[in-house]
C-alpha cells in the first residue's frame, strides 16, 4: 500500500517532506558518493524551498554537494523562460542558495537549450536520456488536477506515453496544459526508483485525489503510478486535498 501522509498546512507538510527528502538522501549516501533525485516543476518547488532551503531544524542536514538534479519533466523551451521547470527550481532552490555562507550547490541536468525551436523534440528527449543514471534514489512529484503526473496526461491523444516500454525519456506533445512541448519522463523510468513521492497540496486537487486514493483509479496517470510501485509510493498531502476522503491520517514524523 502506498503511504498517505497528511497535514492542516503547507509548513509543516514542507518540514516533513524535507525531513523524508534527507532521510533518502542519507540512505543513498551510505552507499555511495551520489544522491540521485528527480523533481517535478509546479507547487512542489515552494514545499523544497520551505523544507530544505528555509527550514532552521533541517536546512544544514542538506547535503547539496552530493545531489544530482534532473527533472522528471521538462517545458520545451529557454531555460530563462518563464515556463521553465528548470527556471523554477533555480529560483526556488538554486537563488536562494547562493546567499547561503559557503553553501555548496547541486550539479544541475537541464534539457539541451541549444534544440529548443529547431523542431528537434525527440532528439531533446534522446539527448536528455543519455544524462540520466541507471536509477533514481528519489523521484518527486506533482499531480494535476487531471490526475497527470510528470507530463504524463490522461486519455487517448497521450495513451503512446503510457504505452512506452523502451525509452526512459520521451516527447510529450500537444500537451493539454501548456506549454503545448514537453519531455517526460516514462513508466519504465519511474519504476526503476528507490522511491516515489507526491505532493498535492490545496481544493482544487480533493477530486483527482479522491479517484487516486479511494478509488485506485488507474486511468489516471498519477493513480497508475500509485497502484504499480505502491510499495516506493509516499504521497504528502493537505487536509484540503483530501477532504472527505477515506484515508488514515498519519504523518511521516509518527510513521
Ligand atoms: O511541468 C509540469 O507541468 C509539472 O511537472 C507537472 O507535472 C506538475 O507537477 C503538476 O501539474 C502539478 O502541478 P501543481 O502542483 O502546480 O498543481
Known sequence: MASVYTYDGS???AHDLAKYIIAQQDNALQNGKRFNIAVSGGSLLKALNAGLIQDPELKSKVEWSHWHVYFCDERIVALEHE???YGAFKKQV???LLEEDGALGPTCYAINESLVGLSENDRIAAEYETLLPDHFDLILLGCGPDGHTCSL???ETHEYLLEETQKRVAWCHSSPKPPSDRVTFTLPMLESAQAL???????SKQPILERI???HDTSLPAGLVTENYQSAVS????EAAVKGVSVKRETYSSH
Open 197 to 203: 513521492a507526491f505532493v498535492a497540496e490545496g481544493a
Open 213 to 215: 486514493i479511494e478509488g
Open 94 to 96: 538554486l537563488d536562494p
Open 11 to 13: 509548513k509543516t507538510l
Open 235 to 238: 504521497w504528502f498531502v493537505d
Open 153 to 155: 496526461f490522461p486519455g
Open 83 to 85: 515556463d521553465s521547470n
